[in-house]
């Protein structure tokens, strides 16, 4: 082959091989092609207990959370969770996220709750559907990307009870208002919930989880029934 010749093949070869690098680019799945926030998607498991900061009730708070009474008022003995904040708390079942273009899924094994989030930043967090079909308790969910960083603001919660397990007794009002930050790092994520309530709490509270990666984890069903909460069945005089 003469030099000219090989050049040819040489320039041919190396434009061929671009075009498939650039096919496999704009082939790859959603989450390679997100880089880094693609560490989000698996099965993950609370690794230590949380971390609380900034809580400080109004009067009004505290005079609902003196309240409070936990065979009466707790929602998880109906087989309700109260928020997503109670969901994770709960130390054993994991939780898993599945990321897609335009929305997000994140099944949590705690009351069978799965939750779809809408990936759209011009959506307004009252217009945005109810983030679990069966729970409309829990509100409205609407998720954008801050870098790596998937955040989610939620809303339109029902008046109640917001935590019965790190904190029991916290009240919720109707104007609850949460912005959820789940951040990869590797095996591990760290989900930062700041609460804002003007009706019950006198600034922003926010409330750290730590996860770890679950290596082959499943969601499995929690399958809950009033009967076997013994909801009932506690209750003085029963």
Not at 52 to 60: N, R
Not at 151 to 176: K, R, W, Y
Not at 223 to 237: Q, V
């Amino acid at each position: 082959m003469r030099a000219a010749e090989a050049v040819t093949v040489f320039r041919s070869r190396r434009c061929l091989g671009a075009a498939l690098v650039a096919l496999l680019a704009a082939t790859a799945s959603p989450a390679v092609a997100q880089g880094k926030r693609a560490e989000l998607d698996g099965v993950w498991i609370l690794a230590r207990n949380a971390k609380t900061e900034g809580l400080k009730l109004t009067p009004a708070g505290e005079a609902a959370r003196a309240r409070y009474e936990p065979l009466r008022h707790d929602p998880d003995l109906k087989c309700v969770p109260a928020s997503f904040t109670r969901i994770m708390h709960t130390p054993s079942p994991p939780t898993e996220i599945r990321q897609s273009p335009d929305h997000v899924e994140i099944n949590y094994e705690f009351m069978d709750v799965h939750r779809r989030v809408p990936l759209n930043p011009s959506l307004a967090t009252k217009d945005a559907p109810y983030a679990v079909a069966n729970f409309h308790n829990l509100g409205r969910s609407v998720g954008h990307y801050d870098g790596e960083t998937l955040v989610i603001e939620n809303g339109d919660v029902e008046a109640g009870v917001h935590d019965t397990l790190g904190t029991p007794g916290l009240p919720q009002s109707a104007q609850m208002h949460t912005v959820e930050r789940f951040i990869p790092n590797g095996n591990t994520m760290q989900v930062v919930v700041t609460h804002i309530d003007p009706v019950y709490y006198e600034q922003p509270m926010v409330v750290t989880f730590t996860f770890q990666r679950l290596f082959n984890g499943k969601i499995l069903p929690w399958d809950c029934t009033p009967d076997a909460a013994g909801y009932e069945r506690f209750l003085p005089g029963k």
